[in-house]
T-cell receptor, first 115, second 113 residues
Framework: AQKVTQAQTEISVVEKEDVTLDCVYETRDTTYYLFWYKQPPSGELVFLIRRNSFDEQNEISGRYSWNFQKSTSSFNFTITASQVVDSAVYFC????????????FGQGTTLQVKP | DAGVTQSPTHLIKTRGQQVTLRCSPK?????VSWYQQALGQGPQFIFQYYEEEERQRGNFPDRFSGHQFPNYSSELNVNALLLGDSALYLCASSFGTGDSPLHFGNGTRLTVT
């Protein structure tokens, strides 16, 4: 069975601090996709990144970076120099590569960045 | 370019009633997936529609049904509402049933009293 675990329910940091959101996944598939989504209070899920299971290279996009390690089944997300606008719920998700319409989401981590 | 639109935004129903939620996919998309997000939880996959047929289904009872129209828009119907059906219902669209990324709408907040 597929499963995504985000052990951190809530994280609170002060602006400009770095913060890492953890994600651990389980799957029997040999190929799969991993995702991170941001959900602001408006409710819409905003796509941040998709990673193919064959690509273990870390990725950096501005203040965001992702560390994918198949050996530990983890796909962690780091925000550098956090800002108040980063406050949101962040979800890690997993899907088969054959159909990304069915995503398995973690419970989410609520990030609060205080000024 | 309009994104995924859902209606209504909010809805209050009584236990035992039936409800219909609507979704218009992003322009150029032909596949619609529905998710249920209970308060404080991650979204859970309900089902996916493509070419007017249900292609995949999550672990939801038959009270949850759907439909896709020729213009690719979709409806989610829930019969015999339970208090536990109170949630944010998210619609996502994509192109085809392969690895096209999902685009989500803002959701419909359903409250069952």
């Amino acid at each position: 069975a597929q499963k995504v675990t985000q052990a951190q329910t809530e994280i609170s940091v002060v602006e400009k601090e770095d913060v890492t959101l953890d994600c651990v996944y389980e799957t029997r598939d040999t190929t799969y996709y991993l995702f991170w989504y941001k959900q602001p209070p408006s409710g819409e899920l905003v796509f941040l990144i998709r990673r193919n299971s064959f690509d273990e290279q870390n990725e950096i996009s501005g203040r965001y970076s992702w560390n994918f390690q198949k050996s530990t089944s983890s796909f962690n997300f780091t925000i550098t120099a956090s800002q108040v606008v980063d406050s949101a719920v962040y979800f890690c998700a997993l899907s088969a590569t054959s159909n990304t319409g069915k995503l398995i989401f973690g419970q989410g981590t609520t990030l609060q960045v205080k000024p | 370019d309009a994104g995924v639109t859902q209606s209504p935004t909010h809805l209050i129903k009584t236990r035992g009633q039936q409800v219909t939620l609507r979704c218009s996919p992003k322009s150029g998309h032909d596949t619609v997936s529905w998710y249920q997000q209970a308060l404080g939880q991650g979204p859970q996959f309900i089902f996916q529609y493509y070419e007017e047929e249900e292609r995949q289904r999550g672990n939801f009872p038959d009270r949850f049904s759907g439909h896709q129209f020729p213009n690719y828009s979709s409806e989610l119907n829930v019969n015999a509402l339970l208090l536990g059906d109170s949630a944010l219902y998210l619609c996502a669209s994509s192109f085809g049933t392969g690895d096209s990324p999902l685009h989500f709408g803002n959701g419909t907040r359903l409250t069952v009293t």
